[in-house]
């Protein structure tokens, strides 16, 4: 059984910053890919970020291009997107999703495993 756990979400103001945490667990993965998405109210989910199992190539939404930082921490199976210059636009629950044939890409349905989301609120 594969477990997706995120956190790191929580309420702050515009131009903040805040840094969300992916673990994964369950079994050992070999290259695999990361990616964030996110959901805001009565949105559909959209891509944020993704990275490659090597942590090597990264691709991010052009709405959060140079104000997110997709990592791999030093913990095996270990994600982190930092967040920054918050606007409230980004309010949304955010979701870690694994893709364990390491695709790496902007589609949801190529993920295979998610977790049950943060949210993160900017308030204005």
């Known amino acids: 059984q594969v477990q997706v756990v995120e956190s790191g979400g929580g309420s702050v103001q515009t131009g903040d910053s805040l840094r969300l945490s992916c673990a994964a667990s369950?079994?050992?993965?070999?290259?695999?890919?990361t990616g964030w998405f996110r959901q805001a109210p009565g949105k559909e989910r959209e891509f944020v970020a993704h990275?490659?199992?090597?942590?090597?190539?990264?691709n991010y939404a052009d709405s959060v291009k140079g104000r997110f930082t997709i990592v791999r921490g030093d913990a095996e199976n270990t994600v982190y997107l930092q967040m920054k210059n918050l606007k409230p636009e980004d309010t949304a629950v955010y979701y870690c999703?694994?893709?364990?044939?390491?695709?790496?890409?902007?589609?949801?349905?190529?993920?295979?495993?998610w977790g049950q989301g943060t949210q993160v609120t900017v308030s204005s």
């Open positions: 990275i490659s199992w090597s942590g090597g190539s990264t």
């Open positions: 999703a694994v893709d364990p044939w390491g695709r790496a890409t902007v589609r949801s349905d190529e993920y295979d495993y």
């Open positions: 369950g079994r050992s993965f070999s290259r695999y890919a």
